[in-house]
């Protein structure tokens, strides 16, 4: 009796919820359940009630070509995509609506707490994670060091450590008939840089060719520490790795190796000033600073500033030079005209004169579009987000409404078509060029180094460093590709090669 009651109840309760399943899936048949139908947009194809989650997770490795896919399944250059348990996205690749967010309506896009979280534990409250009074006072009191006069301060750095590279690293692996991993070396030079522009400090990587602690660290927690403690998987993976990885540093203690490095710095710093030693690096501008409550900067807020600057410029200009070693290996044709160009420039008793060889780069226009076609290509920050802290509409119609997040893929809108004409997935810096000159195009239309008032700062140190290396390597060396390396990229917060790059080099 009881056991027929629990039967016809259990049915009840498999009808009824069938009932609503189905009702359910009617209802959000072109997106996540619990989602705003749209109007006016064009849906991302997805499954009912899910949205495009799925396939999301499962293209996650090469969720850019999976931008590009939805985008190739409309001509709307907008889209929106709802996933379960995640605020809806609105995708697009509109050079008009890029403008809109990053410039004209910049007070109403806002780096969203759910992106920002994510990197709390490296970037702390510096300047990438900062949004109003927090995030205006970084990027005045930053953009101090930013010009001329330092820059070719800068360039004595650049070009020593270019010759300890060339001498300690490359040419050994030339005697010994050795390969070498150019992303991995060239990481250790923007590191070594950084460091010394940041906070006045040589790690001496490059000349004894190791990778320092704070190096190693650092590499940890920008590929694993967000994940690890701030999934609710990483988490419990970071809890239990004392005993699946025994031996092997937490992510909390590389933390911690990050932050003995800084804190030490800033009191030896402390130390030094007080001496009456004068300094020109990031550390001392910040240290000269007052925040946004009119207070000296403290410890931890100085560790987070110089640390994002370190951060911000090391990988993407590492990467960028490393993209671009590669696209030269598969374009002779622009290689050529690149070498040409240099030594039609660079004497060599210019390449051993820092601020005459400045001087000499900022006129070299080939150069200049080669690098940016390589970050048009492949941009080194290659997806992006914004939140909308209010209702708004877009240049293109789309109606945003307040918690929406806005995503952009400075991938996609390179590869598009519909952006840059029917050779867009070709590789040709002459349409940078443009009567002899260059031509660079609008950050909406390529927002490689983002736009409006949170443009990258560093945009053009990063264009002085990677060309003055760029110059310098190829006017010294060949590369050429070891076989059988799959050259692919890997998800990140930039744009890495996932098993990096494998070069034979020859004297040139
Ligand atoms: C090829 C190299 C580089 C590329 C492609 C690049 C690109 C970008 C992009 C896309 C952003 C916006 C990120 C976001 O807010 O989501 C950004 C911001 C920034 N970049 Fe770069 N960057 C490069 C090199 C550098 C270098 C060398 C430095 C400094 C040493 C630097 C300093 C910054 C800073 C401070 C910001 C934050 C600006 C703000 O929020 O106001 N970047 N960069
Ligand atoms: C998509 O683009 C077409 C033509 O550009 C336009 O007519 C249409 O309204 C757009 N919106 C949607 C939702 O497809
Ligand atoms: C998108 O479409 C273009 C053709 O317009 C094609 O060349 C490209 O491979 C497609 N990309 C993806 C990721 O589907
Ligand atoms: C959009 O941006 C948000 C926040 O950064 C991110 O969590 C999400 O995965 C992105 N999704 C897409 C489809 O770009
Ligand atoms: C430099 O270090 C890398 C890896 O740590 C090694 O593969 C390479 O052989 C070293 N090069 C020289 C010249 O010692
Ligand atoms: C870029 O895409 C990846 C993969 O979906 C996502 O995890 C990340 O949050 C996105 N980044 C931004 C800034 O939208
Ligand atoms: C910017 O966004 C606000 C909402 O915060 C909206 O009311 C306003 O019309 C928008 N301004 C422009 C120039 O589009």
Same mark, same amino acid.
């Given at each position: 009796?009881?056991?027929?009651?629990?039967?016809?109840?259990?049915?009840?309760?498999?009808?009824?919820?069938?009932?609503?399943?189905?009702?359910?899936?009617?209802?959000?048949?072109?997106?996540?359940?619990?989602?705003?139908?749209?109007?006016?947009?064009?849906?991302?194809?997805?499954?009912? /009630?899910?949205?495009?989650?799925? *396939?999301?997770?499962?293209?996650?490795?090469?969720?850019?070509?999976?931008?590009?896919?939805?985008?190739?399944?409309?001509?709307?250059?907008?889209?929106?995509?709802?996933?379960?348990?995640?605020?809806?996205?609105?995708?697009?690749?509109?050079?008009?609506?890029?403008?809109?967010?990053?410039?004209?309506?910049?007070?109403?896009?806002?780096?969203?707490?759910?992106?920002?979280?994510?990197?709390?534990?490296?970037?702390?409250?510096?300047?990438?994670?900062?949004?109003?009074?927090?995030?205006?006072?970084?990027?005045?009191?930053?953009?101090? =060091?930013?010009?001329?006069?330092?820059?070719?301060?800068?360039?004595? $750095?650049?070009?020593?450590? /270019?010759?300890?590279?060339?001498?300690? %690293?490359?040419? #050994?692996?030339?005697?010994?008939?050795?390969?070498?991993?150019?992303?991995?070396?060239?990481?250790?030079? !923007?590191?070594?840089?950084? $460091?010394?522009?940041?906070?006045?400090?040589?790690?001496?990587?490059?000349?004894?060719?190791?990778?320092?602690?704070?190096?190693?660290?650092?590499?940890?927690?920008?590929?694993?520490?967000?994940?690890?403690?701030?999934?609710?998987?990483?988490? /419990?993976?970071?809890?239990?790795?004392? =005993?699946?990885?025994?031996?092997?540093?937490?992510?909390?203690?590389?933390?911690?190796?990050?932050?003995?490095?800084?804190?030490?710095? %800033?009191?030896?710093?402390?130390?030094?000033?007080?001496?009456?030693?004068?300094?020109?690096?990031?550390?001392?501008?910040?240290?000269?600073?007052?925040?946004?409550?009119?207070?000296?900067?403290?410890?931890?807020?100085?560790?987070?500033?110089?640390?994002?600057?370190?951060?911000?410029?090391?990988?993407?200009?590492?990467?960028?030079?490393?993209?671009? =070693?590669?696209?030269? %290996?598969?374009?002779?044709?622009?290689?050529?005209?690149?070498?040409?160009?240099?030594?039609?420039?660079?004497?060599?008793? =210019?390449?051993?004169?820092?601020?005459?060889?400045?001087?000499?780069?900022? #006129?070299?226009?080939?150069?200049?579009?080669?690098?940016? *076609?390589?970050?048009?290509?492949?941009?080194?920050?290659?997806?992006?987000?914004?939140?909308?802290?209010?209702?708004?509409?877009?240049?293109?119609? !789309?109606?945003?409404?307040?918690?929406?997040?806005?995503?952009?893929?400075?991938?996609?809108?390179?590869?598009?078509?519909?952006?840059?004409?029917?050779?867009?997935?070709?590789?040709?810096?002459?349409?940078?060029?443009?009567?002899?000159?260059?031509?660079?195009?609008?950050?909406?239309?390529?927002?490689?180094?983002?736009?409006?008032?949170?443009?990258?700062?560093?945009?053009?140190?990063?264009?002085?460093?990677?060309?003055?290396?760029?110059?310098?390597?190829?006017?010294?060396?060949?590369?050429?590709?070891?076989?059988?390396?799959?050259?692919?990229? !890997?998800?990140?917060?930039?744009?890495?090669?996932?098993?990096?790059?494998?070069?034979?080099?020859?004297?040139?």
């Amino acid at each position: 009796m009881s056991e027929n009651l629990t039967y016809s109840l259990t049915g009840v309760a498999t009808i009824t919820s069938a009932a609503i399943l189905g009702l359910l899936t009617l209802k959000y048949n072109d997106r996540a359940i619990f989602t705003e139908r749209r109007d006016n947009i064009h849906s991302a194809s997805g499954l009912p /009630l899910f949205g495009i989650m799925f *396939e999301q997770i499962a293209k996650k490795e090469r969720f850019l070509d999976f931008f590009i896919e939805k985008m190739n399944e409309t001509d709307n250059m907008t889209m929106y995509a709802s996933s379960l348990g995640l605020p809806p996205k609105i995708m697009t690749i509109d050079p008009r609506n890029v403008e809109h967010v990053l410039k004209d309506n910049f007070s109403n896009y806002v780096k969203s707490k759910r992106s920002t979280d994510l990197l709390n534990d490296l970037f702390g409250h510096g300047i990438f994670a900062a949004n109003g009074k927090q995030w205006y006072y970084q990027r005045k009191t930053a953009s101090v =060091i930013f010009n001329t006069n330092n820059f070719r301060n800068f360039f004595t $750095v650049f070009v020593k450590e /270019l010759n300890v590279m060339s001498e300690r %690293i490359i040419d #050994k692996a030339i005697e010994r008939g050795e390969v070498i991993d150019f992303q991995s070396m060239i990481y250790k030079f !923007t590191l070594e840089t950084f $460091v010394y522009l940041g906070f006045g400090k040589q790690l001496n990587a490059l000349y004894n060719n190791v990778t320092v602690p704070f190096a190693t660290s650092f590499d940890a927690c920008q590929a694993n520490c967000f994940q690890r403690l701030v999934s609710p998987i990483g988490r /419990l993976r970071e809890a239990l790795s004392p =005993i699946l990885h025994p031996g092997e540093m937490t992510a909390k203690e590389h933390i911690q190796v990050i932050d003995d490095f800084a804190y030490n710095l %800033i009191q030896e710093r402390k130390v030094q000033l007080a001496q009456g030693h004068k300094y020109k690096d990031l550390l001392s501008q910040f240290m000269a600073a007052r925040n946004p409550e009119g207070k000296e900067l403290g410890d931890t807020e100085l560790r987070d500033a110089v640390l994002n600057f370190i951060i911000a410029g090391r990988d993407t200009t590492a990467q960028t030079l490393t993209w671009t =070693i590669y696209y030269l %290996i598969m374009h002779p044709r622009v290689e050529a005209k690149l070498v040409s160009e240099i030594e039609k420039y660079i004497s060599d008793e =210019i390449e051993q004169d820092p601020p005459a060889l400045y001087e000499m780069i900022k #006129k070299m226009v080939y150069s200049h579009a080669v690098f940016y *076609e390589v970050l048009r290509l492949e941009p080194v920050v290659p997806n992006s987000s914004k939140e909308a802290l209010e209702d708004d509409v877009l240049p293109d119609g !789309t109606h945003v409404y307040k918690g929406d997040q806005i995503n952009w893929s400075s991938y996609a809108m390179g590869r598009s078509k519909k952006i840059w004409g029917n050779d867009a997935e070709s590789f040709y810096p002459e349409r940078w060029i443009q009567d002899g000159h260059l031509r660079r195009e609008s950050p909406s239309k390529w927002p490689a180094f983002h736009g409006g008032p949170r443009i990258c700062l560093g945009q053009n140190l990063a264009t002085l460093e990677g060309l003055v290396a760029l110059i310098i390597l190829l006017k010294r060396y060949k590369f050429s590709l070891v076989s059988n390396q799959e050259v692919v990229y !890997t998800m990140s917060l930039t744009h890495p090669i996932k098993n990096g790059l494998k070069v034979f080099v020859e004297k040139r």
